[in-house]
């Protein structure tokens, strides 16, 4: 399978983010500069802080340099595994910050976030959001729904 160049990457996850902008004027302006501000290069002490996505003759990398110069790093071997990474962090942003504009204060705030991430995993692809939906039921097997939290809060 062929790995694409940094610049071939940029271009393809470029096209997967224009499928979410419309989601985009759903929440702070800050919140949407944030998670689609990804850089595509290698040159991580030139990124300080931010995320950032590259690849080399083998791997994908999808990287994050935080504020006191921790990086933390993971390595792809195929571009599905990478853009669900990137697209599971991107949608989850957008998806919780839509449920804080949206949600009944004596709810579970995921009851909107979840649906609505899957919703715009959706539109990067199918594989994407039936993915994350079990990914999703695996969180709630071990952390269900309690909207008691939020009528005592």
């Not at 979410?20 to 944030?34: G, T």
């Not at 991107?90 to 919703?119: M, W």
């Not at 715009?120 to 071990?142: F, S, V, W």
Request: proline share 3%.
């Amino acid at each position: 399978m062929k790995i694409l160049s940094t610049n071939e990457l940029k271009i393809y996850i470029d096209g997967l983010f224009d499928k979410l902008r419309p989601f985009a004027n759903e929440v702070e302006k800050y919140i949407v500069y944030d998670i689609f501000n990804i850089q595509f290069t290698a040159e991580i002490d030139k990124l300080w802080p931010g995320m950032f996505c590259y690849s080399d003759d083998y791997h994908y990398y999808y990287c994050d340099v935080g504020d006191r110069g921790k990086v933390t790093s993971e390595k792809f071997d195929n571009l599905i595994d990478l853009t669900y990474a990137v697209f599971r962090f991107q949608t989850h942003g957008l998806a919780f910050a839509y449920a804080h504009k949206n949600s009944d204060k004596f709810k579970d705030i995921r009851r909107i976030a979840f649906p609505r991430q899957v919703e715009l995993m959706r539109l990067i692809g199918e594989e994407y959001a039936q993915k994350l939906e079990k990914q999703i039921a695996e969180i709630l097997k071990e952390s269900p729904y309690n909207d008691e939290l939020y009528i005592q809060a």
